[in-house]
């Protein structure tokens, strides 16, 4: 990864911070995004430590809100001519419905709609860096799941798993329709399943489930043991040219059956479209 530079949403602790403390380690260098400035500037110390290559940088910005994702996307740009990897792994789940300051559920809107947004912003700048990759981490979680597209907010019957679940669902489907549209471009893109990992996860809010985590934590997968496949799909030679894959312990796996529905794919698209106020454009 020597010479090579990666962004990171959510590399302020978790499996985020572990995947750009080993990319930063390989040679990469790695520039973090945080929500939070002063946990992002104790991440940015841990990762420098790790560097073998150019001293990694630091990005604060909101991704529940739109406005924030296109500054952070606009910042990046300013300071810099290449994106080899860009690293979609910020994510939470809300226990109680929240929405955010532009009007959407928040779950949805930092799981799904920020990566969706900040990819787009940043595809010039990736379709003119050689052989660049999208990594979005997803979760298994999506399993159960479907696109709910006569509610995909849950103004009725909201659940935290349930808008957990259907989010990660709409991580897969964006990663196989933009494999789709960007195909030939020399950008690739594959989304994974971490692992249950101890961390940070589920402690935004508190509550029943915050709680629940910190009991079955001792169970659970390391934060570097769940950011193995994402460094690998980062990294590895060996999937340069494969795109439009789902990733669990560094290989393939199917997703579950609604993920191909392709008519899905493209209506979540036109959806992702009209609510982050973007132009229908096709790439």
Request: glycine fraction near 8%; charge should be positive; include cysteine.
């Amino acid at each position: 990864m020597l010479g090579k530079t990666v962004l990171v949403t959510g590399a302020n602790q978790g499996i985020g911070k572990a995947a750009a403390e080993e990319l930063a380690q390989q040679g990469a260098k790695v520039v973090i995004v945080s929500r939070n400035a002063e946990k992002g500037r104790a991440a940015l110390e841990t990762v420098r430590a790790k560097a073998t290559g150019e001293a990694p940088e630091l990005l604060v910005a909101d991704l529940a809100s739109l406005a924030e994702v296109r500054r952070l996307a606009a910042e990046y740009r300013k300071g810099h001519d290449r994106l080899d990897v860009l690293l979609n792994n910020a994510g939470l789940m809300v226990p109680d419905r929240r929405t955010t300051v532009d009007g959407f559920e928040e779950t949805f809107a930092v799981n799904h709609l920020a990566p969706f947004l900040l990819t787009k912003e940043l595809m010039d700048v990736l379709k003119a860096t050689p052989s660049s990759r999208i990594v979005n981490v997803a979760s298994d979680a999506h399993r159960g799941a479907k696109l709910h597209f006569d509610d995909i907010g849950f103004q009725k019957g909201y659940g935290a798993l349930k808008a957990y679940s259907q989010s990660k669902l709409a991580n897969i489907v964006f990663t196989y329709e933009l494999a789709r549209r960007i195909e030939g471009s020399g950008v690739t893109t594959n989304c994974l399943h971490p692992g249950v990992i101890a961390s940070g996860f589920g402690q935004t809010y508190g509550g029943a489930f915050s709680v629940l985590i910190k009991m079955v934590k001792p169970f659970l997968l390391t934060t570097e043991a769940g950011a193995r496949t994402s460094v690998y799909l980062a990294s590895s030679a060996e999937v340069r040219d494969v795109s439009g894959k789902y990733f669990a312990k560094c290989k393939p796996v199917r997703s579950n059956a609604a993920s191909y529905d392709e008519a899905s794919w493209g209506k979540l698209w036109a959806l992702s479209e009209e609510m982050t106020k973007l132009p229908g454009a096709t790439s």
